[in-house]
């Protein structure tokens, strides 16, 4: 069940001398990787081909998920006219696919596509808490408020999941940090995002070109991150794998997250400038 539809967003507020322009084409971007859940819903149907119970959950969350990209695709295409959220979707699968026809998981075992998602999910929670904090404007905020609640309640959805798997399979600490680091890698190299923010971003007659969308991408998205933010991220990646909050892992990785996020920033804005100069 859903705990809000479109209808529950005030888009007569929005404010157009309110939005900030470097956010409008990392939302078209996330507007496309939201709208992409079927894909994933269907590739977890496979992995769990004989558990109906989270076959269902996974069905439910992936009805949120698309709401997600419908709620951003309308917000960007208010603040933008000149976006067609449809038509870009459209580019995107085109382009773009999911690989859906695994039939078991690609992460190793069960439990460790479950801290998978729970990575995905402390990902999408802490950006959209990021970009609701860096919007002055109302609409954008509130459609971030809500989608940050679901991703967090996303979290805690295959986090339930994932102790019944650990039960069975017994993955070790190690093993399911480096399943949780492996994803965190996995988001930085993939893609996805670059190739969902020049489906939503790139001229007609340009081409896909990795280095450059996923600059284009990051040097808008990392700036948005405040060290509380990863902090949080940090604490629930670390319960995931099961290690404490508290603890000097966590604490290290906490530190190396803040760092490896001014260095990338700072690394893809001299990407682009050599690019534009060159
Ligand atoms: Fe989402
Ligand atoms: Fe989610």
Known sequence: MKSWTLNDIPWHSFTKSLVNKDLIPIVKAASMVESNADDYAAYLQNVF?????????????????????????????????????????????????????????????????????????????????????????????EVCRLIAADEFRHYKLFYVHLQRYLEKEKVGKIRRLF?????????????????AYYAANGAEDERYNHLK????????????????HIEKATGMVM??????????????????????????????????ANHTSG
Not at 179 to 195: N, T, W
Not at 213 to 225: D, F, K, W
């Open 49 to 141: 081909h004989d558990d109906p119970e989270f076959k269902q959950a996974a069905r439910d969350w992936a009805v949120e998920e698309v709401q997600h990209g419908l709620a951003l695709g309308r917000w960007a295409e208010l603040a933008d006219p000149d976006f067609n959220y449809r038509e870009s979707f459209k580019r995107f699968v085109d382009g773009y696919k999911v690989p859906v026809h695994a039939t078991s998981s690609i992460r190793g075992s069960r439990a460790g596509e479950l801290i998978a998602r729970c990575i995905v999910e402390t990902g999408t929670s802490s950006y959209y808490r990021a970009l609701m904090d860096a919007s002055q404007e109302p609409v954008l905020k």
């Open 179 to 195: 399943v949780a680091l492996g994803r965190i890698r996995e988001s930085e190299g993939d893609d996805e995002l670059p190739y």
């Open 213 to 228: 969308y996923s600059a284009e991408y990051g040097v808008r998205a990392y700036p948005l991150y405040q060290p509380y």
């Open 239 to 272: 319960k995931a794998v099961g290690l404490s909050p508290q603890g000097k892992i966590s604490h290290f990785m906490n530190t190396g997250l803040q760092k490896f996020i001014t260095y990338r920033a700072q690394k893809l804005r001299q990407r682009i």
